[in-house]
């Protein structure tokens, strides 16, 4: 890849990495992207590859949806940015609250980042309560509080340089799928603001909440008054149109939304109930603010992708879980001819494997998976023409725009890059 190699040089003299956000480096540098349409991305050297990256699941109806696409254009027309509240942002809150019945109240933000940072604010702020809980292995964007793992014991050590304990010590982590430690944590404890969890973990590869996690959980921070945040920024209208809640059947109290709400724009969501939404500033006390936030141009492609995802929800999803679940089975198959030890986790849209011979629940089983194997599954998969994301810890999306013939090429391509894993 010559242009995408002098990019990367030229790229690493000027921004940090030669990247934007540190998910998109790899060994030895990555392709650099020309353009994309439907499931297609090609480099700058020229090589086509489907994309199950599909911006990290947020393109689920695939690139340059054309509603989305026009509904942009018309809005470019009428201007970008104002500064004043337009009937836009009502018209996607009421879409917004009309799968997500829990989001009484909607405030629209750009990141998923803010989205999350905000929920635990006001979590906070309702409950006048300092701890969060948050579960090892899930990600809730690059902010202060949430920037934390386990390790071995309970106590918040931060992940990055630069935060302070003094941030993190409010964080209690506790292992993803374990109910039981949930429960202890919550009933020794008494400062619990909020308690926050991807009801499916799709930041560690993709590990799925066993049967009564999320019910536990639920009933749990019921009896004991704690807002339960759902952080549904992957699972957000791609497990339907209603998100992990309306899949799982749990109403959260918070909820945060963000990648496909709007198919490849700048916006996010966090909404719940109205009580705790009320505390917003500034008709309450809890602060969040920006310059960005519902901007007319990701406001219209959020009203677009809704529109287009309700109109067409009863063939999106099906079409989506029925095709992975033929891509999650093939990759199993292949692997198991080729005689390697590994795990496929797959649900609706989303799949990844993982070269270990133990189930993958929670985040010490997904650590164990061999990461070598993966890499030499992704340089092969790049090699064949399918791109999927360049770690094991993320997860392959399935976007409406991939073909039968994606599929096709995908399959083969995997079976073909599993027996180089093997070699
Ligand atoms: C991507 C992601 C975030 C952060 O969203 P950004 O838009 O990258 O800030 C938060 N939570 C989850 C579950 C995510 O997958």
Redo the contacts with the bound molecule.
Sequence with gaps: MPKSKKLFDSAKKIIPSGVSSPVRYFEPYPFFVKKAQGSLIWDEDGSEYVDYCTG??AMILGHRHPQVISAVQKQLNTGTLYGAPTALEVELATLIKKAYPSMQKIRLVN??????MTAIRLARGFTKKKKIIKFEG?????HESMLVRAGSGLAGISVSDGIPDDFTKNTIVVQYNNSEQLDKVISKNKDIAGVIV?PVL??MGLILPEKNFLHDMRKMTKQAGIPLIF?E??TGFRMGLGGAQEHFGITPDIT?L??SLSNGFVI?AVGGKKEIMDQLAPGGKVYEASTFAGNPISVAAGIASIRTMSTLKSKIYPKLAKQCLTLAKSIHESATKYGIQHQVNAIESMFQIFFTDKPVTDYASSKRADGKKFHKLFHSLLNEGIFVAPSQFETGFLSYAHTESDLDKTIHAYDYALRQVRQ
């Design positions: 990290y699941g990141t998923g980042s803010e989205a999350t899930c990600y809730h964007g690059a991807e799709g930041n952080d920024i992957i945060t963000g990648k996010s």
